[in-house]
């Protein structure tokens, strides 16, 4: 890693971030992302994510390991990948007493964008992400999604090759969350940006990101394209949920014919099945033999969701709230972000 890896790509090389001497919050992570590729990167609350993005985003500085972004080392030139990135972060960092104008050409300054080249720049995102008309008015006017797409805009006015984001279109409608993606993809398509993003939404993930890393305490447990990890799963997947909880329920329908595993979770029997449609009438009537009263049964194609629970034991909540380390690094990041751009 290093002076070799590519333009547009982004590296990382057992990354690691430990606070206050004890916490370590990632732990040896590794992976590469190909210039141009929408990568997804999702975990648990305080699995890892934030903390990761900010150490390739030249926010927060590694405990050990080491990352280039753009083929720069983030470590060594931290300003320079500073100014090759762009970054739409979660929290709204619009100002909401300046137009959605003023909002851009602020960005293009700190940005340094050349000044023959700002009027041309902003008028053209603002006509993209269709805030125009809104353009001489105060950012705090704007609904939820043109602030996201004024944010877009800021994050890319200086045209860089790789573009974080981190829960972009989280607190969105489906609506607004579909348009916001649109831009992000035209803009992608358009301009061979590399596209690194953290999202609450997995059928986003799903859809819009060529592969996937899943985090959790500090370290990728999984990492692939949707449709392999899918595979991994090794079928579908079938939730029994008996009346009063069961404990040998798991290895009682471990013995159903067509059945690959069998785990307990939650008071509830989550089965891995080559063809759940055909084998949900097989597992009702081995539990009628047995004598388990159900409460329902419900069948899963392979998804992400499933993806996710299998990896990490754990289901994805889109409502799960910040950690603290989350906040603090946030916090930290939108300030070093700005500090050195000016």
């Given at each position: 890693?290093?002076?070799?890896?590519?333009?547009?790509?982004?590296?990382?090389?057992?990354?690691?971030?430990?606070?206050?001497?004890?916490?370590?919050?990632?732990?040896?992570?590794?992976?590469?992302v190909?210039?141009g590729?929408?990568?997804?990167?999702?975990?648990?609350n305080?699995?890892?994510?934030?903390?990761?993005?900010?150490?390739?985003?030249?926010?927060?500085?590694?405990?050990?390991?080491?990352?280039?972004?753009?083929?720069?080392?983030?470590?060594?030139?931290p300003?320079?990948?500073?100014?090759?990135?762009?970054?739409?972060?979660?929290?709204?960092?619009?100002?909401?007493d300046?137009?959605?104008?003023?909002?851009?050409e602020?960005?293009?300054?700190?940005?340094?964008?050349?000044?023959?080249?700002?009027?041309s720049?902003?008028?053209g995102?603002?006509?993209r992400m269709?805030?125009?008309?809104?353009?001489?008015?105060?950012?705090?006017?704007?609904?939820?999604?043109?602030?996201?797409?004024?944010?877009l805009a800021?994050?890319?006015?200086?045209?860089?090759?790789?573009?974080?984001?981190?829960?972009?279109?989280?607190?969105?409608?489906?609506?607004?969350?579909?348009?916001?993606?649109?831009?992000?993809?035209e803009?992608?398509q358009?301009?061979?940006?590399?596209?690194?993003v953290?999202?609450h939404?997995?059928?986003?993930?799903?859809?819009?990101?060529?592969?996937?890393?899943?985090?959790?305490?500090?370290?990728?447990?999984?990492?692939?394209?949707?449709?392999?990890?899918?595979?991994?799963?090794?079928?579908?997947?079938?939730?029994?949920?008996?009346?009063?909880?069961n404990?040998?329920?798991?290895e009682?329908?471990?013995?159903?014919?067509?059945?690959v595993?069998?785990?307990?979770?939650?008071g509830?029997?989550?089965?891995?099945?080559?063809?759940g449609?055909?084998?949900?009438?097989?597992?009702v009537?081995?539990?009628?033999r047995?004598?388990v009263?159900?409460?329902?049964?419900?069948?899963?194609?392979?998804?992400?969701?499933?993806?996710?629970?299998?990896?990490t034991?754990?289901?994805?909540r889109?409502?799960?709230?910040?950690?603290?380390?989350?906040?603090?690094?946030?916090?930290?990041?939108?300030r070093?972000?700005?500090?050195g751009?000016?």
């Amino acid at each position: 890693m290093g002076a070799k890896d590519p333009a547009g790509s982004i590296v990382a090389g057992e990354l690691t971030k430990t606070y206050n001497g004890t916490v370590r919050a990632v732990r040896g992570v590794s992976f590469a992302v190909r210039p141009g590729e929408v990568y997804g990167f999702l975990g648990p609350n305080g699995a890892g994510k934030t903390t990761t993005v900010s150490m390739l985003s030249a926010g927060l500085r590694p405990t050990s390991g080491r990352a280039t972004v753009d083929g720069v080392d983030v470590g060594a030139e931290p300003d320079t990948v500073k100014r090759r990135i762009g970054v739409v972060f979660q929290e709204s960092t619009a100002d909401g007493d300046l137009t959605g104008r003023e909002n851009l050409e602020l960005a293009a300054a700190l940005y340094s964008v050349p000044r023959n080249e700002v009027r041309s720049r902003v008028d053209g995102l603002l006509e993209r992400m269709q805030i125009g008309d809104a353009a001489d008015r105060l950012a705090k006017t704007y609904s939820g999604g043109m602030r996201r797409r004024l944010e877009l805009a800021a994050g890319i006015v200086h045209s860089p090759r790789v573009l974080f984001l981190d829960e972009p279109t989280l607190g969105l409608d489906p609506q607004g969350r579909a348009g916001f993606w649109k831009y992000v993809l035209e803009l992608r398509q358009e301009h061979q940006m590399t596209v690194f993003v953290t999202t609450h939404y997995l059928e986003e993930a799903d859809g819009m990101c060529e592969r996937v890393a899943i985090i959790d305490h500090g370290t990728i447990v999984a990492a692939g394209t949707p449709g392999e990890l899918k595979d991994r799963l090794g079928g579908d997947i079938v939730t029994v949920r008996p009346s009063v909880p069961n404990p040998s329920l798991a290895e009682l329908l471990a013995q159903v014919p067509g059945v690959v595993a069998a785990v307990a979770q939650d008071g509830s029997c989550r089965l891995k099945c080559t063809n759940g449609e055909a084998l949900v009438p097989e597992i009702v009537a081995a539990c009628v033999r047995a004598g388990v009263g159900l409460q329902g049964v419900s069948l899963k194609r392979p998804s992400l969701d499933e993806v996710f629970l299998e990896f990490t034991g754990r289901e994805f909540r889109e409502d799960e709230g910040l950690s603290a380390t989350d906040r603090a690094v946030m916090v930290g990041r939108v300030r070093q972000q700005l500090g050195g751009r000016r």
